[in-house]
């Protein structure tokens, strides 16, 4: 079955410094590859997705994530964190084939202190 | 263009009630999904619809049902409602439930069962 791995539970950080999310996945096809964020109370929102050609890719609020095919990982990197990026990140894949769900990873919660 | 809304935005019930919930999609999107989302086990997959037809269904229990109708509006229920049950329902629409289309999230609703 699909499985989708996120490296960190939780992430402590200051602002101005550089953030990077583990995501790997079990799939050994084609897939679509997502990151999505949730604010506090706020609901999931799309932050990029990757769904062929260049491996980066960039998406809003300064975010970008790189696609490692041998590695079957999709990482997220920020180079200089804000306080208002304090939330909780989700990694989601979808299996290209006859399969339409999202399988989510299980979140990694993001502080960063001012 | 309005976002993904639904309703109730909160709701409490007791054990063995029965529960509907209400997505209405963004405008021209057909294809509508149904997320369970819990602390302990994360965002986990119910179902999905493309017009009027369930097109993939998670490993939940036939309590968990759904259906949509022909403007793409869709509801779930949750019959015998039991203490597990109490998560965030979150909706989630997009174009068309194939690749590279990627899904816009609702506010979700808040249930719980006591």
């Known amino acids: 079955a699909q499985s989708v791995s996120q490296h960190n539970h939780h992430v402590i950080l200051s602002e101005a410094a550089s953030l990077e999310l583990g995501c790997n996945y079990s799939y050994g096809g084609t897939v679509n590859l997502f990151w999505y964020v949730q604010y506090p109370g706020q609901h999931l929102q799309l932050l990029l997705k990757?769904?062929?050609?260049?491996?980066l890719v960039k998406g809003i609020k300064g975010f970008e994530a790189e696609f490692i095919k041998s590695k079957f990982s999709f990482n997220l990197r920020k180079p200089s964190v804000q306080w208002s990026d304090t939330a909780e990140y989700f990694c989601?894949?979808?299996?290209?084939?006859?399969?339409?769900?999202?399988?989510f990873g299980a979140g990694t919660t993001v502080t960063v202190r001012a | 263009k309005a976002g993904v809304t639904q309703t109730p935005r909160y709701l409490i019930k007791t054990r063995g009630q029965q529960v509907t919930l209400s997505c209405s999609p963004i405008s021209g999107h057909r294809s509508v999904s149904w997320y369970q989302q819990t602390p302990g086990q994360g965002l986990q997959f119910l179902f999905e619809?493309?017009?009027?037809?369930?097109?993939n269904k998670g490993n939940f229990p036939g309590r968990f049902s759904g259906r949509q109708f022909s403007n793409s509006r869709s509801e779930m229920n949750v019959s015998t409602l039991e203490l597990g049950d109490s998560a965030l329902y979150l909706c989630?629409?997009?174009?068309?439930?194939?690749?590279?289309?990627?899904?816009?999230f609702g506010p979700g609703t808040r249930l719980t069962v006591t």
């Open positions: 989601a894949v979808k299996i290209v084939s006859n399969d339409y769900k999202l399988s």
């Open positions: 989630a629409s997009s174009l068309d439930s194939g690749s590279s289309h990627e899904q816009y």
């Open positions: 990757y769904f062929s050609g260049d491996p």
């Open positions: 619809y493309f017009s009027e037809t369930q097109r």
